[in-house]
């Protein structure tokens, strides 16, 4: 081989070795890149998830300045209500009462649709939040200040009811166990009682479903709840404090003489649907219609609510607000879904049949029976490396993972109108009873036509913005722990 022919035999094996480098450079890259997307498409969690915890874990500075009151689990280490006053509930009785709720909403639109009434069963200040029983009123519990001097009291909060109520000295009739003392209207030099033939006092019908009452001339409210829970009581006005710097004076509410249900042991309940007797309506002058809460991911975790525009988390995305489900209720439009990064095939006038509200009190957000079939099977297609198990209640797409340290699962995204897509948290993805019975926490509605629900399970960690002037509901990542 001459000089010139061994220069061109060395020059082309360099080239040659060094194009084999590349390419399997660009193959590891583009592997990495695959394992990469894969890896955006599913959740990766400890065991360690599934198991409660007793010990309570404070909200950081960062969830403190986004929301002035605490949102907690009630049968959790941070609720504020002591385990004596709470008999805890089985899974069975969770999902029973969730039922009871579903049931009754979908009463609610029923009459709503076709009488145009409502069925008789039926500056910034934040409130964190916390998760109590389920029952037919609401899941989350808020601390707020009621009358003057105020005395503190622990009330569901539930953007599927318009009436708040607490409940009353001398409790004429009736008053279940509370964890605060019962509010005395008459040690409080703010209270007043609304007069029978007073405009607010014929509001309630549209705020309760129900036409008041007249007691020596003043107004008498009554509200039953899904779960056959009541109260009654008169109408009044009261100092409703906030935070030290947020207060609403003169704020109307039901001051309950009989009361009887699951409220496990809160005082009683503030409203925040769209009915102008609702808090979000009273408070607009202050706040412009706007709040945003966020459920925390656990029992062990505190979540907030928020009152006012300035709350609000970074990258907020926004969907329409839908109001052909009723003038109480907030609706939204589910365009699709989306699990393990591919777009489920469902026709979308099965959602546009449906229709779906978002409600702060449901546990597990309900589908038409053809879009949870999809999901269910979806989900289970790419959960084989996992056993099934027996069924939990309402929940049917379960999981034993006792064999298992950690586990792998496709995330789930609800695309709404405008495009706008919103990631469900690992935490409201799986419902679990122990790590033997872990199970997709959706559940299909009893047919098509009926009104889809999304549920607080799947809002968990989601900061959700209500903007009602607006007419439009966001959704952040990463609202609370």
């Known amino acids: 081989m001459t000089p010139s022919n061994s220069?061109?035999?060395?020059?082309?094996?360099?080239?040659?070795?060094?194009?084999?480098?590349?390419?399997?450079?660009?193959?590891?890259?583009?592997?990495?890149?695959?394992?990469?997307?894969?890896?955006?498409?599913?959740?990766?969690?400890?065991?360690?998830?599934?198991?409660?915890?007793?010990?309570?874990?404070?909200?950081?500075?960062?969830?403190?300045?986004?929301?002035?009151?605490e949102v907690v689990h009630k049968h959790g280490p941070c609720s504020t209500?002591?385990?004596?006053?709470?008999?805890?509930?089985?899974v069975e009785e969770i999902f029973s009462h969730d039922q009871s709720r579903v049931d009754s909403i979908h009463s609610r639109l029923t009459t709503i649709t076709t009488t145009g009434k409502k069925d008789a069963k039926t500056s910034k200040a934040t409130i964190p939040a916390k998760s109590g029983s389920t029952i037919g009123s609401g899941n989350y519990i808020v601390t707020v200040g009621l009358g003057t001097p105020k005395k503190d009291l622990s009330l569901i909060f539930d953007t599927g009811s318009d009436l708040t109520w607490t409940q009353c000295q001398p409790c004429a009739r009736s008053c279940y166990s509370q964890q605060e003392p019962i509010f005395t209207p008459s040690s409080s030099t703010s209270y007043t009682n609304i007069s029978c033939t007073s405009t607010e006092c014929s509001g309630l019908i549209s705020a309760t479903g129900n036409?008041?009452?007249?007691?020596?001339?003043?107004?008498?409210?009554?509200?039953?709840?899904?779960?056959?829970?009541?109260?009654?009581?008169?109408?009044?006005?009261?100092?409703?404090?906030?935070?030290?710097?947020?207060?609403i004076d003169n704020f109307y509410f039901g001051c309950g003489q009989n009361n009887q249900g699951l409220f496990g042991g809160a005082a009683g309940l503030l409203g925040l649907g769209r009915d102008k007797l609702s808090i979000v309506s009273q408070a607009a002058k202050k706040y412009g219609?706007?709040?945003?809460?966020?459920?925390?991911?656990?029992?062990?975790?505190?979540?907030?609510?928020?009152?006012?525009?300035?709350?609000?988390?970074?990258?907020?995305?926004?969907?329409?607000?839908s109001t052909s489900q009723g003038s109480s209720f907030y609706g939204l439009d589910l365009?699709?879904?989306?699990?393990?990064?591919?777009?489920?095939?469902?026709?979308?006038?099965?959602?546009?049949?449906?229709?779906?509200?978002?409600?702060?009190?449901?546990?597990?957000?309900?589908?038409?029976?053809?879009?949870?079939?999809?999901?269910?099977?979806?989900?289970?297609?790419?959960?084989?490396?996992?056993?099934?198990?027996?069924?939990?209640?309402?929940?049917?797409?379960?999981?034993?993972?006792?064999?298992?340290?950690?586990?792998?699962?496709?995330k789930i995204s609800m695309v709404?109108?405008?495009?706008?897509?919103?990631?469900?948290?690992?935490?409201?993805?799986?419902?679990?009873?122990?790590?033997?019975?872990?199970?997709?926490?959706?559940?299909?509605?009893?047919?098509?036509?009926?009104l889809a629900i999304f549920g607080n399970t799947q809002q968990k960690t989601l900061e959700v913005v209500y903007d009602v002037n607006g007419g439009k509901v966001g959704f952040g990542n990463g609202g609370c722990a």
């Open 7 to 69: 220069l061109i035999f060395v020059l082309s094996y360099s080239f040659l070795f060094f194009l084999v480098i590349a390419r399997e450079g660009h193959t590891l890259d583009r592997s990495i890149e695959v394992e990469q997307a894969i890896a955006h498409h599913y959740h990766t969690l400890e065991l360690s998830a599934f198991l409660p915890s007793s010990i309570c874990i404070p909200p950081t500075k960062d969830e403190k300045k986004r929301g002035s009151l």
């Open 81 to 90: 209500i002591k385990e004596d006053m709470v008999k805890p509930l089985t």
């Open 211 to 247: 036409t008041p009452g007249c007691s020596s001339s003043t107004c008498v409210y009554g509200i039953q709840y899904g779960d056959q829970s009541f109260s009654v009581g008169f109408f009044g006005t009261e100092k409703l404090t906030l935070t030290s710097k947020d207060i």
């Open 289 to 321: 219609k706007v709040f945003s809460y966020c459920l925390p991911s656990r029992s062990s975790s505190t979540g907030f609510l928020n009152f006012g525009g300035g709350g609000a988390a970074t990258g907020v995305k926004y969907t329409p607000l």
């Open 335 to 410: 365009e699709y879904i989306i699990v393990g990064g591919k777009k489920l095939a469902i026709s979308p006038t099965v959602f546009s049949t449906s229709g779906m509200i978002i409600d702060s009190g449901t546990v597990i957000t309900r589908l038409p029976p053809t879009a949870y079939s999809a999901l269910s099977t979806a989900f289970k297609a790419q959960m084989t490396q996992y056993p099934l198990t027996k069924a939990l209640s309402i929940l049917d797409t379960c999981y034993d993972f006792t064999k298992f340290s950690s586990v792998k699962i496709p």
């Open 416 to 450: 709404w109108g405008g495009n706008t897509n919103v990631d469900i948290a690992a935490s409201g993805t799986l419902y679990a009873n122990g790590i033997s019975q872990v199970c997709l926490a959706f559940a299909a509605n009893g047919d098509d036509s009926d």
